[in-house]
């Protein structure tokens, strides 16, 4: 088998392949260690290889100072090859509102300084679903359980059954027009790309997450809880109070930064010290786990979230359709020529819906509306 002329994605799946037939009765160990070692010596050769390309790019850009130049496709990866086509024609697509998947989750690129991270994380907790063409998503939900009934002989079998009911998820177009300085186009295909995807992808995340948030607190299918004040029995009386729906993941609180706050500052009765042990995620600052005596649960911080208001539950009973792919297109005419900017404009067809009867509830510190 001729590796140099297979792709990573290939390679891997190989690996992959190898790992399930060296458990095979029968299977040749020796051929396929030989093999095993042969893939990782022929990535390790790549790996070192883009090492140097990305040391050489660097050194052509620092002396040069001029646009990108076209780079021959020969022993790029299938991202380098993308960002090249990208740089080339201004225009890319792919699945990109979650940061995992099929394209990476963009790092920052050199020369560039974002703002604080942002509380988007629902999107990358939600059902996502890639679809393609047009027409509405439907989702059958139960609401009722079946309920059984004693039996008389002569009589007809009583009891009642379950009742279903249906959401229907209707594509709408979501959109962000951005801008960038015009320098950089002057870094590497690869940089490039990044620069232009994370501007979009940022404002398109946003603004997912405050879709998300709005339509579990506009549906009907969403438990409502009032009057459960921010304070040392709030997180067990949440937690013991929930009933999970198998099949649906994890349960998540989301919170905004005040109110996360306000249960930091909550202190024992006895020692006086913060009764929630709260952990951010290693080099994160809006998501972590929240701990009080033996009950933790995961949490994020939401910036769409009112203070007095949090959403506790099920994030995997809402679903969120994709119509087709997210596209990113770049402007450098018009008012952006002179101006010397590029305009950068992602459009995603998409919308999102709870999907299961209080597979989220509406946590209100507020008591309910009379009347």
Do not use: C
């Amino acid at each position: 088998m001729d590796y140099k002329t297979m792709t990573i994605e290939a390679l891997e799946a190989r690996k992959a392949a190898i790992a399930v037939e060296v458990d095979q009765d029968g299977a040749d160990l020796d051929a396929l260690q030989a093999e095993a070692r042969a893939i990782n010596e022929e990535l390790e050769t790549r790996k070192a290889n883009e090492a140097k390309r990305v040391e050489i790019r660097k050194a052509v850009a620092a002396g040069a100072g001029t646009v990108i130049a076209t780079v021959p496709a020969v022993g790029m990866t299938e991202e380098e090859r993308r960002a090249a086509e990208f740089a080339k024609s201004g225009r890319m697509e792919m699945r990109a509102l979650l940061s995992t998947g099929n394209i990476a989750k963009p790092q920052n690129v050199g020369g560039i300084n974002e703002l604080a991270e942002i509380g988007s994380g629902i999107v990358d907790d939600v059902h996502a679903v890639a679809l393609t063409g047009v027409g509405s998503w439907q989702v059958a939900y139960k609401k009722t359980d079946a309920a059984a009934a004693a039996v008389t002989d002569g009589q007809a079998v009583g009891g009642t059954a379950s009742t279903y009911d249906y959401v229907t998820i209707n594509p709408a177009e979501w959109g962000v027009l951005d801008e960038i300085s015009k320098q950089v186009a002057k870094l590497t295909p690869l940089g490039y790309q990044q620069a232009i995807e994370r501007s979009a992808l940022i404002a398109l995340r946003k603004f997912a997450a405050d879709k998300i948030v709005a339509a579990v607190q506009a549906s009907t299918l969403a438990e409502k809880l009032y009057s459960k004040a921010l304070d040392a029995n709030y997180l067990r009386s949440l937690r013991l109070g929930f009933r999970a729906i198998e099949g649906l993941g994890n349960i998540v609180l989301y919170i905004n930064q005040a109110d996360l706050a306000t249960l930091g500052s909550v202190r024992g009765t006895n020692e006086k010290r913060a009764l929630y042990d709260i952990k951010f995620d290693d080099g994160a600052s809006t998501s972590g786990t929240i701990q009080e005596g033996g009950i933790s649960v995961r949490f994020r911080v939401l910036d769409s979230l009112t203070t007095g208001v949090q959403l506790f539950g099920q994030p995997g009973a809402v679903d969120m359709p994709m119509w087709d792919n997210y596209a990113v297109e770049t402007d450098e005419g018009g008012d952006y020529f002179k101006r010397n900017m590029i305009g950068i404009r992602g459009l995603q067809t998409a919308n999102a819906d709870l999907v299961a009867w209080h597979g989220m509830q509406i946590v209100n510190q507020a008591a309910a509306a009379q009347g």
